[in-house]
């Protein structure tokens, strides 16, 4: 798992050098709740944004580890470092590469892969998600589609 501190970040990348990579590799994201079982009941404690991306239009031959899955997944973590906030008082954004092939029914079933940003807090990740965590994911979104990343 990597740990990437939101404070260390500070994104250099500009939407023009970006935007390119999210229409050559079909970029989109996804939110899900992340719940965990504390103490014998459900709590949503964060939530986990996955980012998903192909090769080239039409290229189906994406794997991971492969060249092609390679550069896709090095253009989700450069969309997902310049996405994640400067500041990220009290929780944590964890960033992970799947080294699984995905297919959507969403996107056609096209195979993919995924780079997912976790977000929680930071000392205690037992604590149900409030409105820091929903403030940091609605901030990575606003990036995201400030960069031309549909959500999904």
């Not at 229409?23 to 709590?43: A, F, M, Q, S, T």
């Not at 079933?109 to 940091?136: K, M, T, Y």
């Amino acid at each position: 798992m990597q740990d990437i501190q939101a404070t260390e970040v500070g994104s250099n990348e500009t939407p023009a050098r970006l935007k390119p990579l999210v229409r050559k590799h079909g970029i989109c994201y996804e939110v899900w709740p992340c719940v965990l079982l504390v103490r014998d009941r459900l709590v949503k404690v964060g939530f986990t944004l996955d980012l998903c991306g192909a090769n080239e239009e039409g290229d189906r031959h994406v794997t991971p580890g492969s060249p092609q899955g390679t550069a896709t997944l090095e253009a989700l973590r450069q969309i997902a470092e310049a996405s994640l906030p400067r500041q990220a008082d009290g929780m944590r954004c964890d960033v992970q590469p799947d080294s699984s092939l995905h297919f959507s029914p969403r996107r056609r079933f096209r195979p993919e892969v995924v780079l997912s940003i976790i977000i929680l807090h930071r000392d205690n990740f037992e604590l149900p998600a409030d409105a820091s965590e929903e403030g940091c994911l609605k901030q990575i979104c606003t990036k995201l589609q400030e960069l031309g990343v549909p959500g999904n």
